[in-house]
């Protein structure tokens, strides 16, 4: 049997009455304590490139805070940004594309653990929590891939858009005192450009839409408001996977089908 998935996009979006938000919209998942004994702790400044090899050697990175970014020169110097990394998330520098100008980079401050593969391999191999958190986290990254692949794909500019907000503001939200969910913009235009596929333009007019429609607002340089992420959560098809994803509850969980 061939597993295959797809978005159901024609589906509507439930409405947003049966989008219940938790309090807070997404719990990292835990990190192993024992991994901190196999490894270093890099604290991370904004803009900072984080070196791939440790000693020569392939590494791991842990997020324990702050948001890193992956991005890949292309030929003839097209950049594209590929992945994000949050708290909770895991990053392998096996995981990026050889030759092909592979960068890691800070975008929200934070804490990094960096640990030696050799030493996190033999450590996932002897200790079932180290083994669980490695096979959930890069799990969780897969299907964040694909969410992502097909919005870059298949998506208009606004669902882009609206698919990388949403992501935020699941990722690193939190209520606000004056209503509706804070969250961080650690991005700026040109790497948001780059990760959804846009040019600069064109990101431009469709953050100018969001704002005059009322569903966004920036309070300040890197941080973002959605009065209603119901509202929000309509205007990508993306929706109910990303929230099924990052556990919260909708009417129906099953954007995807199995053939």
């Known amino acids: 049997m061939v597993m295959t998935a797809s978005f159901k996009a024609q589906d509507p979006i439930p409405p947003a ?54 991005t890949v020169t292309l030929p003839h110097g097209l950049r594209q940004v590929v992945s994000l990394f949050y708290p909770g998330d895991l990053f392998r520098s096996a ?5 092909a100008g592979a960068t890691l980079s800070v975008v929200r401050p934070g804490e990094v653990l960096r640990i030696r593969w050799s030493a996190f391999s033999e450590l996932a191999s002897s200790d079932p929590e180290t083994t669980d958190y490695m096979s959930s986290a890069i799990a969780r990254q897969n299907a964040s891939q694909a969410i992502h692949m097909a919005a870059v794909g298949r998506f208009d500019c606004q669902q882009r858009m609206a698919t990388l907000l949403l992501e935020l503001a699941l990722r690193t939200g939190s209520p606000s005192s004056c209503g509706g969910l804070i969250f961080d913009v650690p991005l700026s235009r040109r790497d948001m450009a780059d990760y959804l596929g846009l040019n600069a333009d064109t ?57």
Do not use: C, W, Y
Not at 223 to 239: E, S
């Open 17 to 70: 009455s049966t989008i219940r938000m938790e309090k807070r919209p997404f719990a990292p998942v835990a990190i192993p304590t024992d991994l901190g004994a196999h490894g270093a702790t890099v604290n991370t400044r904004r803009g900072e490139t984080i070196a791939l090899a440790f000693d020569g050697n392939e590494a791991v990175f842990v997020v324990r805070s702050g948001t890193l970014m992956l």
């Open 203 to 259: 990101l431009s007019r469709t953050m100018s839409r969001l704002r005059s429609s009322g569903l966004l607002s920036h309070p300040d340089r890197h941080r973002a408001l959605v009065p209603d992420i119901a509202d929000l959560a309509k205007l990508t098809p993306a929706a109910r996977s990303l929230m099924a994803l990052h556990g919260q509850s909708t009417a129906e969980m099953s954007p995807f089908t199995t053939v």
């Open 95 to 99: 995981f990026a594309p050889s030759d």
